[in-house]
């Protein structure tokens, strides 16, 4: 339990809630309402396979980067509390989950499985040759509601694409900001982010504009999805958790991140997801 219990916290477990509530509001717009229940289970699994394999693939990928890097040398794996073989045995042993609960969904959803896998782990190396890194995360968690939705449907006929745009752009501007605590090791260390090469307040203020833009396309979400009146109520919640996320993390001001990052974000996500679940039953 104790091994389990770090092989958690080297995946940051928790922080699953990110994308798992877009998964399901990609399940539940697609089914205007509650899907069945092993629609509802096999998408949950397929979920906690993926980011789990997708966190420790990218674990054993920045290993090097993360021993050398304060904020991050302590981590169970450059420490030596975790193996290489133990990481590579959960990134593989995750895949499987995810392959075979795509599988026991629908034949889309299991031939797309493979490549939302390889764009999960192929993020883990963007880092080190592009600033669009922040975005290519985004597309990463995109495929959650789009995943949800074919879960249901088993095509992707009148997805709403609006409303992957709008998680590329939440989670490209939640993690500009989260990159600026590393700016200045990034730039040492030859990787690129939005921070490390235009500085913090720069970044912040693209970090502004893709939060404007994911804003926009939550918007046009509700609005071809023809949902009632209360999603846009509590899609105001969700975007004045964004406006204190930036309230709070300021230039020369990192101290309060943690609260940016994981309960705000965290909180936005399930805001989301519980405006649209709502909005189909109202």
Same mark, same amino acid.
């Given at each position: ?18 994308? %798992?509530?877009? #998964?399901?509001?990609?399940?539940? /717009? !697609? +089914?205007?309402?509650? @899907?069945? $229940?092993?629609?509802?289970? =096999? ?55 995810? %392959?075979?609960? #795509?599988?026991?969904?629908?034949? /889309? !959803? +299991?031939?797309?499985? @493979?490549? $939302?896998?390889?764009?999960? =782990? ?66 040492e260390a030859g990787l690129f982010s939005l921070p490390s090469r235009l500085g913090v307040p720069n970044a912040l203020r693209v970090a502004a504009v893709f939060h404007l833009l994911a804003m926009a396309f939550f918007i046009i979400t509700g609005w071809i999805s023809h949902l ?55």
């Amino acid at each position: 339990m104790a091994r389990l219990a770090v092989l958690l916290e080297m995946i940051k477990f928790k922080f699953t809630v990110f994308a %798992l509530p877009f #998964a399901l509001t990609g399940a539940f /717009l !697609a +089914a205007r309402g509650v @899907p069945r $229940a092993a629609i509802f289970f =096999w998408v949950v699994m397929a979920m906690v396979g993926a980011r789990t394999s997708a966190m420790a693939f990218n674990r054993i990928a920045d290993k090097s980067f993360d021993g050398g890097n304060p904020r991050t040398r302590h981590r169970a794996l450059p420490v030596g509390e975790v193996s290489g073989r133990q990481a590579w045995l959960l990134t593989i042993g995750a895949a499987l989950l995810f %392959l075979f609960a #795509a599988w026991q969904l629908n034949p /889309l !959803a +299991a031939k797309l499985s @493979p490549f $939302a896998l390889a764009l999960v =782990w192929g993020y883990s190396y963007s880092k080190r040759f592009t600033v669009l890194c922040h975005l290519i995360l985004g597309a990463c968690l995109a495929v959650a509601p789009l995943g949800g939705w074919v879960a249901v449907v088993g095509d992707l006929s009148d997805y709403p694409w609006v409303l992957s745009l709008g998680v590329v752009f939440w989670v490209a501007g939640f993690d500009t900001i989260y990159s600026c605590l590393d700016s200045g090791y990034d730039r040492e260390a030859g990787l690129f982010s939005l921070p490390s090469r235009l500085g913090v307040p720069n970044a912040l203020r693209v970090a502004a504009v893709f939060h404007l833009l994911a804003m926009a396309f939550f918007i046009i979400t509700g609005w071809i999805s023809h949902l009632h009146w209360s999603y846009y109520l509590l899609l105001l919640a969700a975007a004045a958790a964004l406006w204190y996320q930036h309230h709070i993390v300021r230039p020369d001001d990192l101290s309060r991140m943690h609260l940016a990052f994981q309960t705000l974000n965290s909180a936005i996500s399930i805001v989301i997801f519980c405006a649209v679940w709502l909005a189909l039953v109202a």
